[in-house]
């Protein structure tokens, strides 16, 4: 049995160069969670700074 795999390919050629504006919106959330030990050392009486 023989896989054949291709992908697309596109190819244009010009005399000029090509503008392209392309306006991305990225949106991202970031989420840190902190274990219950490293917020007690990172607390304000912990002493440690």
């Given at each position: 049995m ?18 392209i ?10 989420r ?18």
């Amino acid at each position: 049995m023989f896989i054949i795999a291709c992908t697309h390919t596109v190819q244009v050629e010009t005399k000029e160069p090509i503008t392209i504006n392309i306006n991305v919106k990225v949106d991202h959330e970031i989420r840190v969670k902190v274990d219950k030990e490293l917020d007690d050392i990172f607390s304000d009486d912990s002493e440690l700074f």
